[in-house]
């Protein structure tokens, strides 16, 4: 339970602690010093009086030595005095700071703390007076949650149901922010995805789906936002493993109107049918079905050439083995063509697309090409097309006519109806070099993406892909199946048939996306963290120690993310000797079949990505991320890395206890599992959390800033070397 934070000057204490021993100076110097300039005065009256009628007289010299003497008594009589006084404010200022340190702790991480201070005067009914405080803010605090539970809990209960009906969807559901990063995704999304250790809540949208492909749904549906149109988009994405899946991209509006983020539905149609799996047993079948009709209609027609003069009635027999062979024939056809008929779905699906708008994404991608567009009045009906594919094909085309022909100066595109189909023609003119031949192998192949030849993909969407040269000019030609319907100003339903509608989402906070570059002027709220541990076979790692665990757990926008969690055993090729057993509880059986730590520091690797780490004694952990990374052979993670351990130090000067254990009680934290690496990993984080709260009020908002705070270069060498 924390109170809000409140920003509060940075260097008090060294202000007041000037003011303390400036107070007890005066008070104990200045009478002194009054006095001794009095007397002085006097007499130095005195002394140059007698000095003027006696001018030979040695009582001038006396005088000066004894001044001389006093001075100096007086420089050490005022030292002893600035010691008594410093020492004086030392133990005056100490239980005040001890009161300031638990009203932070109190004020920012855990109302349950409380000051302890046993000096039997005022100071210590102070600090009573401001535990009673704690405990009745923390009895209001405790009220006002009730309350709140109160409210929302109409609202808790609504979450839960969506909550379940997105657990028990057939199809994935994907939400995510303005600036395309995952912050909702259902068991079914995952599942599809099969995204491994991360769940991907946090992660790019072009980081799990291919990155042009989305880019390019994305335009779109932004586009059709800032103009006022409907925002459902139909969408394909072909990943790397050959799963193929089809959905609806659109935008989710704000409680404003606002855009505020994207909603992504999609379901798996790479999974084999029966339909597929007849069509691929068929044609496995067909050469051994077609093989006996074949040969015997062949032995029947050469013996009925060989003797023509063979009875009418053996003829007969002869031409009705013949036509019952042809029988079989047509019956392998017919499953030939019932097969094929059901590979139909193997096509992408087709949405209905103006070609128009198509062929000028096509231009757009591919400006170092001057292309002359004709007939832009002419009206042309929609076609049946996978956009996406059918713009790279389109680029593919208009690529190849460029390579083809360096020297290439123009090339004119038009669009024509046709026979049902609608046709789009590049032409060129003058000499050209490159065989048309070849063009149908050229490969299109957008990065996240299986490449697929030119023809493929054409055939993919129903399409045609011919050339035809006449004179010196030659056209490329390709048609589309219209759409049947002219497009009604852009408004598809692009929700796939039976699935729900999700809308008035709670869940789009604005949060600044920041690049590896800029981390370090980053806002420490704005960045996102990892907080790992390892347990070893022991504290010598360079005689010989290992990792047997490892575990990280995220932070995002102040919140430890529990659905993000790496936790791993590793196998340390050696026994775990006893000693250590009795703290982390990791025995040989337990790690006999874990991998290497050379086989999951890639899995660390990328789950961490260009997270901040963050660790206890940073130091110890980090030269086990060296050991990982040099078994490995991959480079070692050179993410930044921040202390809970040192940010400690700074944090709480002259507070005793800086151990994990230690920082825990005083914040509140309670650890589950400790000395296991999960457990002491999510206590860390807690931790954290409670210190990176307090670190505004000592003037350290940013990332180099803190790093700065805890001197991590300088300490971190110095303590990898003890290692």
Same mark, same amino acid.
């Given at each position: 339970m924390t109170a809000p934070p409140q920003e509060k000057p940075v260097g008090r204490r060294r202000s007041l602690r000037r003011r303390v021993v400036a107070s007890f100076l005066g008070l104990a110097l200045l009478p002194l010093v009054a006095a001794m300039a009095a007397l002085f005065f006097v007499v130095s009256d005195y002394v140059a009086e007698f000095q003027r009628l006696q001018p030979t007289s040695p009582l001038h010299g006396q005088f000066v030595s004894v001044s001389i003497q006093a001075a100096a008594l007086l420089l050490l009589f005022s030292v002893v005095?600035?010691?008594?006084? &410093? /020492?004086?404010?030392?133990?005056?200022? $100490?239980?005040?700071?001890?009161?300031? /340190? $638990?009203a932070e702790i109190v004020a920012r991480i855990n109302l349950d703390h409380r000051i302890e201070l046993d000096t039997g005067d005022e100071l210590e009914d102070l600090a009573l007076e401001f535990n009673l405080m704690a405990e009745n803010l923390g009895k209001a605090y405790g009220e006002l949650e009730e309350r709140v539970r109160e409210a929302t809990r109409t609202v808790q209960e609504e979450r839960n149901r969506l909550a379940t009906v997105l657990r028990t969807m057939v199809d994935g559901v994907v939400v995510a922010n303005e600036a395309a990063e995952i912050i909702l995704m259902n068991p079914r999304a995952r599942i599809i995805l099969d995204l491994g250790y991360t769940s991907g809540i946090g992660s790019p949208l072009a980081r799990i789906f291919p990155s042009q492909r989305l880019a390019f749904h994305l335009k779109r549906v932004r586009e059709r936002w800032e103009q006022g149109r409907e925002t459902v988009e139909d969408v394909l994405f072909p990943l790397q493993d050959g799963?193929? %899946?089809?959905?609806?991209?659109?935008?989710? *509006?704000?409680p404003a109107g606002e855009r505020s983020g994207f909603l992504l539905v999609f379901r798996d149609l790479s999974n084999v049918s029966d339909e597929n799996r007849m069509f691929e047993e068929t044609l496995r079948e067909m050469p051994r079905l077609l093989r006996g *009709?074949?040969?015997a209609s062949r032995s029947l027609v050469e013996t009925l050439q060989r003797h023509r003069e063979m009875p009418e009635e053996k003829q007969m027999a002869f031409l009705t083995a013949v036509s019952e062979e042809m029988n079989r024939l047509s019956v392998r056809v017919t499953a030939i063509d019932d097969a094929a008929s059901a590979a139909r $779905?193997?096509? &992408?699906?087709?949405? *209905?697309s103006s070609p128009r708008d198509l062929l000028e994404e096509a231009l757009l991608l591919v400006p170092e090409i001057p292309v002359r567009i004709g007939g832009n009045d002419t009206p042309i009906p929609a076609?049946?097309?996978? *956009?996406?594919? &059918?713009?790279?094909?389109?680029?593919?085309?208009?690529?190849w006519l460029t390579q083809s022909n360096p020297e290439l100066l123009t090339v004119s595109a038009d669009l024509q109806v046709e026979e049902g189909t609608v046709v789009t023609t590049f032409r060129i003119c003058g000499p050209f070099h490159g065989n048309p031949a070849e063009l149908e192998q050229q490969e299109v192949a957008p990065p996240g993406e299986l490449p697929l030849r030119l023809g493929e993909a054409v055939r993919k969407n129903r399409g045609e892909l011919w050339s035809k040269a006449s004179g010196e000019c030659l056209s490329i030609r390709l048609a589309l199946l219209q759409a049947g319907a002219v497009l009604d100003?852009?408004? %598809?339903?692009? %929700?796939?048939?039976?699935e729900p509608e999700f809308y008035d989402f709670d869940l789009f906070l604005p949060r600044p996306v920041v690049e590896r570059t800029d981390q370090l002027q980053a806002d420490l709220n704005d960045l996102e963290y990892v907080v790992f541990d390892t347990e070893t076979t022991g504290l010598r790692l360079s005689e010989g120690d290992k990792v047997v665990s490892i575990s990280a757990v995220r932070i995002r926008r102040g919140r430890i993310q529990n659905a993000e969690i790496f936790h791993s055993l590793v196998n340390p090729g050696r026994s775990i000797p006893p000693e250590s057993i009795k703290f982390h509880h990791i025995e040989d059986h337990m790690v006999a079949d874990a991998p290497s730590i050379g086989q999951v520091y890639p899995q660390f690797t990328e789950f961490v990505g260009d997270s901040i780490l963050v660790a206890h004694n940073a130091a110890f952990d980090k030269k086990c991320l060296e050991m990982a990374a040099a078994e490995a052979g991959l480079p070692l993670i050179d993410n930044p890395i921040l202390d809970t351990l040192f940010l400690s130090y700074g944090l709480h000067q002259g507070t005793e206890g800086h151990s994990l254990d230690a920082m825990a009680e005083r914040m509140g934290v309670v650890i589950e599992g400790r000395h296991t690496s999960l457990g002491d990993a999510r206590a860390t984080a807690h931790v954290f959390l409670g210190l990176i709260s307090l670190l505004p009020g000592r003037g350290v908002h940013t990332l180099a800033e803190a790093k700065a705070f805890c001197d991590r270069q300088l300490l971190l060498r110095w303590q990898s070397s003890r290692f």
């Open positions: 005095i600035t010691i008594l006084a &410093w /020492r004086m404010a030392d133990q005056f200022l $100490g239980p005040i700071l001890k009161i300031r /340190r $638990g799963k193929l %899946l089809k959905g609806s991209l659109s935008i989710v *509006p704000g *009709p074949l040969a $779905g193997l096509r &992408w699906p087709a949405i *209905p076609v049946l097309v996978e *956009p996406f594919s &059918w713009v790279a094909s389109l680029c593919c085309v208009l690529r100003g852009g408004r %598809l339903d692009g %929700l796939l048939e039976g």
